[in-house]
Structure formats: C-alpha cells, structure tokens
C-alpha cells in the first residue's frame, strides 16, 4: 500500500512533470509561430513528442524553466519512494514487516530540551546570502557561523542521546 505521505510526493510529481510537458509545449510552439499555427501546420506530434522525450525527439521551448519542472518532478519522485520505503517513517508498520511485535520496540528518545543552534545556522546562512550581495569578508564570516553552528547543533544532538538514561545525558 502507499502511504499518505508518498502520495502527496507522487502526485507532487505527476503534477510536475505535466506542468513541464505543458510547459515544453507552450513554449516551443510560441517558438514556432504560435499555438494555433502549430496545430494548424501539423506541428502537434513533434510540440508534444519534444517536451516527453525531454527534447530528444521534437522541440522543447525554453529550457530553464523545463528542466526546472522536470527535475522538480524527479525529486518529487525519489521522495515519494523513500517515503514509501520507509514507511513515512512508521516504526509499528516497520516492525510488523520484520515480524516484531510492536510492543516490543524502544521507546523513542525524547530531546531533552531546546536547540538554539539551528536558529544561529539559519543566521549565518542570512549572512552568507547577504555577504555574496556585498561583501567576500560577510559571506566567509557567514560560513564560519554556519560551521560552527552546525558542529555544535550536531554535538548536543549527540549528547542527548548518548546513553538511554537522561540524567546522565544532562551532565
């Protein structure tokens, strides 16, 4: 069976790609002289065979934004299938495919308190976009914020699950 979560990725790709064979079509009969003049010409097989055979046979109009729906669509699809390998993630239907009794599985480890650490990641990542507008010096200075950012959000993600007791993840 699919799960919900897969489902929206799949169809978050279906509706991609069919932007994309849309938008390949529009665009390369706009190239073309037109949508009605391609139709009117004969046009149609080669405007609608290009944009879904990524170009290889017939013509594809603009291709930033076409490779952006398509590889939209792909991503869309790799999600969808690690979702549905994974099971969005369900350790009670995970078990049940391994033949565990869910009763038996862990209890999952709770964060023993909030992480500042993300918040300093996503100021540094402002910094960096900032510093690639103005200044080398800011973005690096905003890489080095990222980097330690992150080295010390992974650090107290680690020690807070270092052992299963939680007192003596705390010291």
């Given at each position: 069976?699919?799960?919900?979560g ?23 009969a ?16 080669d ?25 939209f669509?792909g ?22 495919l ?44 905003g ?26 993840n705390?010291?």
């Amino acid at each position: 069976m699919i799960t919900r979560g897969s489902r929206f990725y799949f169809a978050a790709a279906a509706v991609g790609f069919f932007s994309a064979v849309l938008y390949g079509f529009i665009t390369g009969a706009s190239d073309q002289g037109g949508v009605l003049v391609v139709f009117s010409d004969g046009g149609v097989v080669d405007s609608l065979l290009g944009p879904l055979t990524l170009g290889w046979k017939g013509w594809v109009g603009e291709h930033v934004g076409y490779t952006t729906l398509i590889a939209f669509a792909g991503v869309m699809a790799v999600l969808g299938g690690f979702t549905t390998a994974a099971r969005d993630a369900d350790a009670e239907s995970l078990a049940q495919l391994q033949g565990i009794d869910a009763g038996e599985l862990p209890a999952a480890a709770v964060p023993a308190g909030l992480s500042w650490w993300p918040m300093l990641c996503a100021l540094g990542t402002g910094v960096v976009v900032v510093g690639l507008a103005f200044s080398n010096v800011l973005m690096w200075g905003g890489v080095l914020i990222v980097a330690a950012g992150a080295f010390e959000w992974t650090a107290k993600a680690w020690s807070e699950r270092a052992t299963p007791d939680a007192a003596a993840n705390a010291e």
